[in-house]
């Protein structure tokens, strides 16, 4: 519940107890309360904000740094457009911010001026609901490696399946991802704007404690990634595989929003060109990566 809706919530509670305490005996309290009632509405405008440190930056099989200090903060906001019973179930307009910044410049220009801030993307997408349970995302995404003047932009199509109806607890919550580079080299894109990359996941996962105060939620998320010859010159990008772990920090007052805070490992197996694509965070062409990370996040 936002703040807003909190302070609607109070005083409503407020105006009903000063009106029925004063219209008592007379018979009215019930018109009376009628009369002043107001639906408080859910917010057609929720996101979240977070914090994320990590041992090492990679993104679709490419290392972009390992040494360090690396913090990656972000912002996404979802705009709710349309939501009913028919075949389209839910239609939302997405932005997103993203940034990397790190403290060791192994991938950085020379001479940069920059400091730490090694990357900034944004992002922008339609995502729309569809028979229940599947999720069709449209984006845009721009990626700018701020620290050697590198920019790239694609166009990425995601589908996703809640199988949760399905499954149960035993829900696999698969995806299938393409990105086509449209300007620039695009991470990991030696051929720029005649490349392709898909990926392919599931990320099964159970709560511990449920109904509890601090309930623990664990995924482990199974994704690998492939390309057209003109991403890293070869079909396989990668694969990986996670154990993550969240749990909700109940402490801080509700009115201060939804905080989580998540941990986690993930394992990496290069191929052989995503790994000497790689340089020079990865000098020896080392194929096996381990990733290990921390978060803490807010959503409203």
Request: a negative charge; hydrophobic letters at 40%.
């Amino acid at each position: 519940m936002t703040k807003h809706s909190i302070a609607a919530a109070c005083a409503l509670t407020l105006a009903v107890a000063f009106t029925s305490t004063s219209l008592a005996g007379t018979g009215k309290e019930a018109k009376a309360t009628k009369e002043i009632k107001e639906t408080i509405k859910e917010s057609c405008i929720t996101g979240d904000i977070g914090l994320a440190v990590v041992s090492e930056y990679v993104t679709r099989g490419v290392v972009q740094e390992n040494q360090g200090f690396i913090a990656q903060p972000y912002l996404d906001l979802y705009f709710k457009l349309y939501e009913g019973t028919g075949f389209f179930n839910k239609v939302s307009l997405n932005g997103g911010l993203w940034s990397s910044l790190h403290s060791h410049k192994t991938a950085a220009t020379p001479g940069t001026s920059l400091g730490a801030w090694y990357e900034f993307d944004w992002t922008v997408g339609l995502a729309v609901t569809f028979a229940k349970n599947f999720t069709l995302t449209t984006s845009w995404y721009d990626e700018e490696f701020v620290s050697s003047s590198i920019r790239g932009g694609a166009l990425n199509l995601n589908l996703a399946y809640d199988d949760t109806d399905l499954l149960g607890a035993f829900a696999l919550h698969p995806h299938i991802t393409a990105l086509k580079s449209m300007i620039g080299n695009y991470v990991g894109v030696t051929g720029g704007a005649n490349a392709w990359y898909f990926e392919g996941g599931v990320a099964p996962g159970y709560t511990f404690g449920k109904g509890g105060t601090y309930p623990v939620s664990v995924t482990v998320p199974l994704t690998v990634g492939f390309g057209s010859e003109t991403y890293n010159g070869e079909d396989f990008g990668f694969f990986s595989a996670g154990l993550n772990a969240s749990v909700p920090l109940a402490f801080v007052p509700a009115c201060y929003g939804s905080w989580t805070y998540s941990t986690g490992v993930t394992y990496y197996l290069l191929g052989e060109n995503a790994a000497a694509a790689s340089a020079p965070a990865v000098t020896n062409g080392d194929r096996n990566q381990f990733v290990f990370s921390g978060s803490i996040g807010l959503t409203f």
